[in-house]
C-alpha cells in the first residue's frame, strides 16, 4: 500500500510541475521530493515522523500548488511581480482571492494530507539515516556550487536565492528576493548625511542626468566610427566631450550606484550609496525626478532604486526608451519654482540590442553583425536629440554617461557583444561620456583626452549643481590607469 501511495504522489506531483519548471530542475525537484518522504516514512517514532513531516510537508505543498496555479491561471512560473503583490496585499484583497480560487486550496490540502498519510502507513522501516545523510550532501552540493560561481563568475545575485532554485521549495525565491530588494532600497534610502554646502550661482535651472546603458564609444562616430551612429551629437557645438572615460564596473548593479555616489572602488562599501546625488540636490533645495526604463526590483537594480526612492517624483516604464519623454515633458512643465534635478535611465543598447528600438529605427537591416548594435547606438542619439532640443532655450544643462561598455567578440565569424565577465577586456569597462552647456565645470575642457572614471561623477556632479568645495576637478583625471571591479567584487588595473 505504501509503494502504491509513494509512486503515485510522487508521479503526480512530477507530471504537475514539468509543465512550468525546467525539465532538468523538475527531476531535481521531484528526486528531493521523493526521498524526503520516504526518509520520512521510515522514521520510527510516531511523534518525531509527524512534526518533521507536517512541517516539511507543508512546505512543499505550499511551493507545489503555487507551481500549479500560476501554470493553470497565468501560463507560467511565479515570480517577481507576483510575489510583491502578495506582500503588499490587505486582508480585503486576500480573502477575495481565496474565495475566487477555493479549488485551489481544496487542492492543497488534498495533497498535503495525502503526503502525510503515505509517510504514515510504511510498515517496512529501514533506517531513514542515510536518506537524510543524502539530501544533506545533496543541498550542500548547490550550495557550494553556487558559492564557486559567486567566486568564479558572479557575485551579484544573493548565493541561497539561486539555491533555492534546485529543491522543492524554490517558490520562497521571489518572497526572499522581495524581502531583500525592500531591506536593501530601505537601508539606502532612509540614511541621508547632513550636508553644509556652499552654492554659487551658475545660470543653470534644469539639470538632466542621463544615464546610458551598455553603449560602446567604439560603435559611435562621434568617436570616430566609420557609420554616422550619432549623427546629433555630431553636430552639437556646446558640449565638452570626454575621450578616455571608463565605468567602475562592467555590470549595471554597481557601476551606477558607485557613479552616483560617494562609494568608491578601491574602498567598496555599499553604505557609502547613501551620500549620493539625490540626496545632494535635495540637500540644495532642487526638485527631483527619477525616470527609468530599467527594472526597479531585483539584485542588479535594488541599490539604484534606493538612491531614486528619495526622489520628490520617480516613475518606471517599459518599453522603448522614448517612453520616458512624455515623463520629462511632464518634469520640464512643473510650475514649481525650484531647480529641477532630472535622471532619465534608459535601456540604451542592452543586449539583445535588436529589441531596443522601434522597427522605424532600423537604420541598418541586419545584413551587418554589427546592424541591431548600430541602430540602436543611433536610436540613444535621436533621443538625445530629443532631449536637448526640450532644454536650449530653458537654461539648461545635460550630462550624458553609460553604465558600462560591451565585448565586441568575433566567434569564428560571429560578432557577438556582450557584457564583461571576470576576465573581461577594457571595451567592458570603455564609455562615452559628454555635458551638454558645461557652464559650471567648463574646465572639464581642458583634460578631455585624459582618464576619467565616473566613480568621480560625484563629484563632478556637485560642481555641476555650482556647489564648492576644496576639490579641484584637475585632481580627478588619472594618467595611465584605473582601477575597476569585475563582476565577482574583485579589483583589476586597466592600463590605458
Known sequence: MFYICFLFISIYY???????????????????????LFS????????TRNILSIIFLFVISCDF??????????????????ALSIIETTNKEAKGMIDIYKKYFILFFCFYFFCIFTVNINFYKVSPFFGFIFLFFFFSFFVIKEYIHSIRKNNIENKFVRVLNYFPF?????????????????????????????VEENGNDIFILLIGESARPDNMSAY?????????????????????????????????PISLSNAKVGDY????????????????GFKTYWFSNQGKHGDHSNAITGIAMNCDEKEWVSGFDENLLPLLDSALSDQDRRKKFIVLHLYGSHVPCKERYPESSSFYKGECEDDYYDNSIKYTDYLIFEILNRIKERNGSLIYFSDHGLERINDN???IYKHGGVNSSKEAFKIPMFIYNPVSVCEMGEFTNK???????????????GIRDDINISELFFENSVMVMDTTGKIKIIEV
Request: net charge positive.
Open 65 to 82: 500548488i503555487i507551481t500549479v496555479f500560476f501554470e493553470n491561471e497565468y501560463g507560467g512560473r511565479f515570480n517577481y511581480s507576483f
Open 451 to 465: 582618464i576619467w572614471l565616473t566613480e568621480n561623477n560625484y563629484q563632478l556632479i556637485k560642481k555641476w549643481f
Open 14 to 36: 512530477y507530471l504537475k510541475i514539468i509543465k512550468s519548471i525546467k525539465y532538468n530542475k523538475a527531476i531535481l525537484h521531484c528526486m528531493f521530493f521523493m526521498i524526503l
Open 413 to 415: 565569424g560571429d560578432i
Open 224 to 256: 570616430g566610427y566609420k557609420r554616422k551612429t550619432t549623427p546629433y551629437l555630431d553636430d552639437e557645438k556646446n558640449k565638452i566631450l570626454l575621450n578616455n572615460v571608463y565605468s567602475p564596473a562592467s555590470v549595471t548593479a554597481t557601476s551606477v
Open 170 to 198: 524554490s517558490n520562497l525565491n521571489p518572497f526572499l528576493q522581495a524581502f531583500l530588494d525592500k531591506k536593501k532600497i530601505s537601508e539606502i534610502s532612509r540614511k541621508i548625511p547632513k550636508y553644509n554646502f556652499k
Open 40 to 47: 520520512l516514512s521510515n522514521i520510527e517514532s510516531i511523534v
Open 269 to 284: 562599501k555599499i553604505s557609502d550609496y547613501s551620500d549620493n546625488v539625490v540626496n545632494v540636490a535635495n540637500s540644495i
